[in-house]
């Protein structure tokens, strides 16, 4: 029953650490439904759906094509909702991992930077999938896209994740002290972010008493930057690779002292009380 623990070298820790993340994001990918090809179907359906809204309303409303990059319209569409989804379901996804009192703790090699990491690759895993598919389809069965810069395109979703990754570790960390204050904080920026992260519009073209209102989102910073390395004939004038960077390893910082001073005072009455 009680065996004696084995010292472990630094790369046998990190291996077994590493382990226990895969397995856990397999188990985050499979929660959404029992099948997890349906479930990645599902993903992929309501990013087509989200893609499908925002074309009829460009295309319905006067005014709001014409802002667009020239290029493919529909690939400028994506180019900014495949950022925002994996923005906003990498912070819904870190906010919903397991706390210190989740029962799953109670499993020795448990415990909740695997179940942070697992909630945040489980997530990068399946928006990843989901967008080469869909532009894959899309290549295929209708016009050949060209994207100027690969590579910085798919460091701008990587990017838009660990952004989401960082603010959802602090509201996770915040979230047994005042649930109900973070569910509405999370629940309101996600709402704000249909419009502050700049995915219906360009950088370049807002004037300099809007532009301050929309700087200050990371996500906007990476959604316009993808867009520069997506497009030869767009170059972001005021945003920068570099804001959002430093912003999430702040974040992440802070989330993470957070997190450890939270798990100090976590028990499995830590509701019941509150």
Request: hydrophobic share 50%; aromatic share 14%.
């Amino acid at each position: 029953m009680f065996q004696p623990s084995r010292p472990r070298s630094t790369t046998m820790g990190l291996v077994r650490l590493l382990g226990l993340i895969y397995h856990g994001s397999v188990r985050h990918v499979r929660r959404s439904h029992r099948n997890a090809v349906v479930g990645l179907i599902m993903n992929i359906m309501q990013t087509v759906i989200f893609i499908l809204a925002f074309y009829l309303m460009f295309t319905l409303v006067p005014g709001m094509r014409g802002s667009a990059v020239r290029g493919d319209f529909l690939l400028y569409l994506m180019s900014g909702i495949f950022l925002f989804l994996t923005f906003n379901k990498t912070m819904s996804a870190v906010i919903g991992s397991e706390g210190p009192a989740s029962p799953m703790m109670q499993h020795a090699p448990m415990n909740t930077i695997v179940a942070i990491g697992s909630a945040a690759i489980g997530a990068l895993y399946v928006q990843l999938l989901s967008m080469f598919v869909v532009l894959f389809v899309y290549h295929v069965a209708f016009t050949p896209i060209t994207i100027y810069n690969p590579v910085g395109a798919i460091g701008m979703v990587l990017l838009s994740w660990f952004s989401g990754f960082s603010i959802g570790l602090v509201l996770l960390a915040m979230k047994p002290w005042a649930p109900g204050a973070v569910g509405l904080v999370s629940m309101i920026y996600q709402r704000l972010n249909m419009i502050a992260s700049g995915k219906m519009f360009l950088a370049n073209t807002l004037p300099g008493y809007m532009l301050t209102l929309f700087d200050w989102n990371p996500l906007f910073h990476c959604i316009d930057q993808a867009r520069g390395y997506t497009f030869i004939n767009y170059s972001p004038q005021f945003t920068a690779v570099s804001y959002p960077i430093y912003v999430s390893v702040a974040l992440i910082m802070i989330g993470l002292m957070g997190e450890f001073y939270t798990r100090k005072f976590a028990s499995a009455s830590w509701y019941a009380r509150r």
